[in-house]
């Protein structure tokens, strides 16, 4: 998922869209994607769910260094 401008964008093509969006309507390009990756391991419940508490674990540390 993508923090943008306090969004959440879930693939690369809305991200594009949002950040030619700023750029022309606030002069802003500083976007951030996050890519999560996560090995499966025993099986694929097992690892979403892995990768489901990583970020909901991850994401309130990153988002204090986003900009607003």
Do not use: C, W
């Amino acid at each position: 998922m993508v923090p943008e401008k306090r969004k959440t964008l879930s693939n690369e093509y809305s991200l594009k869209i949002a950040e030619n969006t700023n750029s022309i309507l606030h002069s802003r390009r500083d976007a951030a994607l996050i890519r999560i990756s996560v090995p499966i391991e025993d099986n694929v419940e097992t690892t979403f769910s892995t990768g489901i508490q990583f970020i909901r674990d991850f994401y309130p540390v990153i988002e204090e260094f986003l900009p607003a």
